[in-house]
């Protein structure tokens, strides 16, 4: 449910998300590093892998439309990881405004600020994962986001597997600090929305996912996206702790290579977070990044 704020509002809540986001940037970004620093040998060589951190301007500059800070890494450990954040602000098309709550009463103007965070390991023991938070703001305003683990290895794939069982009492952890986040709609939502329909088949073990997320305390609502944030900056390090330091067969990179293409097929053909960025004159080498370095379709 979203509900409307008034002008006076907006601007100090506005800065407080955009500058969480950010925040929250800069920590998992220095939790992966710490990650990369901690890799053995044999299994991995060479430097360990640090963000580039690049800022971008949204548009061709003839105006302030917003921008972000675009971090990608490629290290030992991280193959590829994205973690990027952004604030923009604009108007939406006509067409894309029709799909959006409130875009029809603010004339199609838009403010949305938020983090965006995909991470593809070289081991394939260690699961991918994916997290995002937002705020975006029309004539109402929200919170969205969520995360989820994509387990690599078949033997993985499974809710009981540990990974998955630690990372969705994480997401329940997240939860409970909110009564208004209702923690078994947001996990089937989770799986109902990351379901690739042209396989039937589901792309990870799932998390929690929430969208147009407005109980009429923003505080409150905000506190909660922010939990969803710590809690993935804590667990998702810890499972990557677990695991990268496992040996991997040539076997297990080839399903490794294979599953990743799920990830692909998904963020190309349903993801709206994918389809927003690109509708809305986001950063395209930001957005797609995203994508795996390698990956193999048999």
């Known amino acids: 449910m979203c509900r409307a704020m008034t002008d006076t509002d907006l601007t100090p809540r506005k800065n407080r998300a955009r500058d969480w986001f950010r925040s929250l940037q800069e920590d998992i970004c220095a939790r992966f590093e710490a990650l990369e620093l901690a890799a053995e040998r044999p299994l991995y060589s060479g430097d360990a892998g640090k963000f580039e951190l690049t800022e971008w301007k949204r548009g061709d500059g003839s105006e302030d439309l917003g921008g972000g800070r675009m971090g990608l890494m490629r290290g030992k450990v991280f193959e590829k990881v994205g973690v990027h954040f952004s604030e923009v602000h604009g108007t939406f098309s006509e067409a894309f405004a029709a799909q959006i709550p409130g875009a029809d009463a603010s004339d199609g103007r838009f403010w949305a600020s938020g983090l965006s965070l995909i991470a593809h390991p070289r081991n394939p023991h260690v699961p991918a994962a994916h997290m995002n938070t937002r705020m975006l703001v029309t004539s109402q305003s929200w919170f969205g986001g969520g995360g989820d683990l994509n387990p690599l290895l078949s033997y993985q794939r499974d809710q009981e597997f540990e990974d ?135």
């Open 164 to 298: 998955s069982v630690d990372f969705h009492a994480a997401m329940k952890a997240a939860c409970d600090t909110h009564p208004g986040a209702d923690h078994p709609h947001m996990k089937e939502y989770c799986d109902t929305y990351f379901h690739l329909t042209h396989r039937d088949e589901p792309r990870g073990t799932g998390g929690i996912f929430y969208d147009r997320f407005n109980t009429g305390d923003w505080d409150q609502d905000f506190a909660f996206t922010q939990e969803v944030g710590r809690q993935f900056a804590d667990i998702y390090p810890k499972i990557v702790a677990r695991r990268m330091n496992e040996a991997w067969s040539e076997a297990e990179r080839e399903e490794q290579l294979i599953q990743r293409g799920r990830y692909v097929e998904f963020n190309l053909l349903y993801d709206r977070g994918t389809t927003f960025g690109l509708k809305t004159g986001g950063n395209v080498t930001s957005i797609l990044s995203s994508m795996p370095p390698v990956v193999k379709w048999p």
